[in-house]
């Protein structure tokens, strides 16, 4: 799924002229967990198909998730509402809601608190309305704990994996990342989040291909195209994948929202505009190669920057 | 897991708990305390008296530290049934001994597969991906994640 | 400086509750509901008075779902340096404030098989909310809770009616003492919070730890002012090079990049993290939230967007 909105809107993730892994959040200036974009009706069409196809893959929880769920529930609606009235609305009485969904047009009427009101989980029922990859991770003693999440696009990992464990242990495979001390030092940020501040940093990763639904579990239908990326075809099969992470404290569980984002742009339409161009192609040459193999760009670099290169030249030659 | 049992001061009270083979590693920790004249208690451990392990490890109170030597085969269920009852990881050591498996994680279908602790490869019983077994540990799982084999 | 969000509320009703306590509900001023919070949470109130702005943190005494008003309960103390002689003596209802969103430093801890919560005097605040928590969570618990006499017990008929199996009171005036003894019944699992006077939480902690309790299952609540920001001039060298100039009114990290010396930074408030550097000589003052009190007495790091130097100077490294 290609980037079709205006390129001014990308979350472009790049400043300076190296990457390293660090934690990058700043506070937000629009304080809310979700956005809805052109693509809305098209990527909640197949959210929905992941959902009810490969539930297993998509959605976990534990039992004592609940309350945080309905908390996750009831801070995605407000914001939809907040945000974009002319698409959706809630009506309250006392705990009797219901929630209209006017692009999808669906209405849904459930008694917040009460589980037996909805056919399946919160969180499993209010992912069925956001672009975004919801996880729910909770605060125990010491430590945060992947608690609950619907996860239809991940950048190559597992939740039915990752599922009940601890913040370090999510981020073990990262290589470096324990080594520089970088998940003591995220832990400990995320730990001291406060409600009503919150954060939003970006990830960003290459891929060959244009799907959305990178899951390990699928890597054997998608991984493969890595070998097929040529120099002269990058332009049209890499894609630079971005994702917009939100985290928010949810007061009542003591727990943390993070909502992913995920946007897709062809480097072909990256390389529209020169200044990114020319950045993304030194950070890349410079990407130590710990990085570049944990984000599995190793195959094609060597295509990719060729494929750069090729456009820079262009661009001075006019 | 370490190797060596280390004594931990300042409790008021040690339990041990091993079987017959078991007593090696927990040894040296076993003669400090009873040189430094502390409350301790030995609970002989056999498969068959499970039960009667949890009873006495419910009945403990607050400053006891545990001690425990099992073979792996039992190892994990004693340390879940410690987990539920309350003992954190602040208060208790363990250490197995003899054969020891383990569980992969296919990332693939969801299955454990079985394996040696030195297994680097295997194929999923379930969907017969190649997998190469991985240092990622899933705490709830009791197992490590078996990623698609490359080459 | 950064000032962190607010939520603008009016005093709605003030009660008597003991000689010296009064319980305050603040509802919101926009009708917007205010958020839920959990079990030993707290906020800061920020109150204007003409010799300038006094913040103060209490502990929320409502359910922690109740959304259209919040309750704390202020007693005013013998040395008040302005906080609850304001609170009792110029608050009216109507009034309007500031408060921070509900923040919690005093959670229950998840792991725990039974909580034992200790008070003393006014210390009963945070354990209101908790024991609402647990009550709907099936978990089980204790409380032993200290006070003068059982007409300055704050919450006394409430606690009671709510919790008669598991409340323990102790009256001085009829010499019962709440003592340290009863650490030594508690079962494995148990997690203990302490909440009183700095004396009173000393003495518990003291006790626990000499019977062996790990740290983490020992919790306690202290509040403490917030620091006031101490803007000086000092240098800052680079362990292999320069030396610069940081002004009264820059931060280190702004005389950093003025000087263009490459230094990674994200949020600028003191938050993130991101630009930690490793300090090799001198004295720090730490004014962010992001280090642990440790991490700030071990003297080795600096967060430059808000910290500054206690010392003249400051030998940092950039790799």
Redesign the interface.
């Known amino acids: 799924m290609k980037w079709t909105g205006d390129l001014a809107h990308f979350p472009y993730p790049f400043k300076g002229s190296t990457y390293r892994y660090s934690n990058n959040s700043i506070p937000m200036k629009q304080p809310y967990c979700i956005e809805v974009t052109s693509s809305y009706k098209k990527e909640m069409l197949f959210k929905r198909k992941l959902l009810s196809d490969h539930p297993e893959r998509c959605y976990q929880s534990l039992p004592h998730s609940i309350t945080g769920q309905w908390e996750i529930v009831e801070i995605v609606i407000d914001h939809l509402v907040s945000q974009y009235p002319q698409d959706f609305s809630i009506e309250q009485e006392n705990n009797r809601w219901i929630f209209t969904n006017k692009i999808l047009d669906e209405k849904k009427e459930f008694i917040f608190g009460e589980k037996n009101s909805l056919p399946c989980e919160p969180l499993f029922f209010i992912s069925q309305h956001v672009q975004e990859d919801l996880i729910y991770m909770r605060q125990r003693d010491d430590n945060l704990y992947l608690d609950a999440g619907q996860l239809c696009f991940p950048a190559n990992w597992s939740l039915a994996f990752n599922i009940g464990m601890k913040f370090k242990s999510i981020h073990h495979p990262i290589p470096g990342f324990k080594e520089e001390g970088l998940d003591q030092r995220i832990l400990q940020f995320l730990m001291r989040l406060e409600a009503g501040t919150p954060w939003e940093r970006l990830n960003w990763s290459l891929m060959a291909g244009d799907r959305l639904d990178t899951s390990l579990e699928t890597f054997n239908q998608w991984g493969r195209l890595r070998k097929q990326v040529t120099s002269e075809n990058a332009g049209e099969l890499v894609h630079i994948r971005v994702e917009v992470q939100k985290l928010f404290r949810l007061p009542r569980t003591n727990s943390i929202l993070f909502s992913i984002h995920t946007h897709l742009l062809a480097l072909e339409q990256l390389a529209t505009n020169i200044e990114w161009l020319q950045q993304f192609y030194e950070i890349l040459s410079e990407l130590p190669d710990h990085i570049v193999e944990y984000k599995g760009i190793s195959t094609y670099k060597k295509a990719v920057l060729k494929y750069l290169e090729k456009q820079l030249q262009q661009v001075k030659t006019l | 897991m370490s190797m060596d049992a280390v004594f931990i001061e300042?409790?008021?009270?040690y339990i041990f708990c091993s079987d017959e083979h078991g007593l090696r590693v927990l040894s040296s920790v076993f003669e400090n305390v009873k040189k430094e004249k502390l409350a301790y208690e030995w609970y002989h451990f056999s498969a068959e008296k499970r039960e009667c392990l949890e009873e006495f490890?419910?009945?403990?109170?607050?400053?006891?530290?545990l001690y425990v030597e099992l073979p792996y085969s039992e190892l994990h269920t004693v340390q879940m049934m410690a987990k539920r009852?309350?003992?954190?990881s602040?208060?208790t050591q363990y250490f197995g001994y003899g054969e020891k498996w383990i569980s992969i994680?296919c990332?693939?279908?969801?299955e454990l597969n079985r394996a040696e602790e030195q297994q680097t490869g295997l194929t999923c019983h379930q969907c017969e991906?190649k997998l190469e077994v991985?240092?990622?540990?899933?705490?709830?799982?009791h197992a490590f994640?078996g990623?698609?084999a490359t080459g | 400086m950064y000032i962190e969000p607010t939520l603008f509320v009016r005093v709605s009703s003030i009660e008597k509750i003991t000689k010296q306590v009064k319980k305050f509900t603040l509802f919101p001023e926009t009708g917007k509901e205010l958020p839920r919070f959990s079990g030993g949470a707290h906020i800061s109130t920020y109150l204007k008075i003409p010799s300038g702005l006094i913040v103060r943190q209490y502990s929320l005494v409502s359910h922690p779902d109740k959304r259209s008003n919040y309750e704390i309960a202020v007693r005013l103390s013998e040395n008040s340096k302005g906080g609850s002689l304001h609170w009792h003596q110029g608050m009216k209802v109507g009034d309007r404030l500031q408060i921070s969103y509900p923040k919690n430093h005093f959670s229950l801890s998840f792991k725990a098989r039974h909580h034992v919560f200790y008070a003393a005097g006014i210390g009963i605040t945070p354990f209101l909310s908790m024991m609402q928590d647990i009550s709907t969570n099936r978990q089980t618990f204790e409380l032993h809770y200290a006070s003068k006499s059982e007409e300055s017990c704050v919450f006394h008929s409430y606690i009671k009616k709510h919790y008669p199996n598991q409340s323990h009171f102790y009256f001085s005036d009829q010499h019962q003492r709440l003592q340290t003894t009863s650490l030594a019944n508690h079962p494995i699992g148990t997690h203990v919070y302490f909440c009183g006077p700095e004396g009173f939480i000393e003495q518990f902690r003291t006790a626990s730890i000499e019977l062996g309790y790990p740290i983490l299952s020992i919790h306690s609540e202290r509040f403490s002012p917030p620091k006031p920001i101490v803007l000086k001039a000092f240098q800052v060298k680079i362990h292999n090079g320069i030396t610069i100039n940081v002004s009264k009114t820059e931060t280190i990290l702004e005389a950093l990049h003025k000087h263009g010396i490459i230094a990674p930074y994200s949020c600028q408030i003191g938050r993130c993290g991101t630009c930690e550097l490793p300090v090799l000589k001198g004295r720090v003052d730490h004014y962010d939230s992001f280090l642990s009190d440790e991490q700030k007495e071990a003297n080795n790091c600096i967060i430059p967007c808000v910290s500054r130097a206690k010392s003249d100077k400051l030998v940092i490294e950039i790799k």
């Open positions: 300042g409790k008021r009270k490890l419910s009945k403990q109170k607050m400053g006891t530290f009852i309350g003992f954190s602040d208060e994680f990332c693939r279908c969801h991906l991985s240092d990622h540990y899933s705490e709830l799982y994640l990623y698609p």
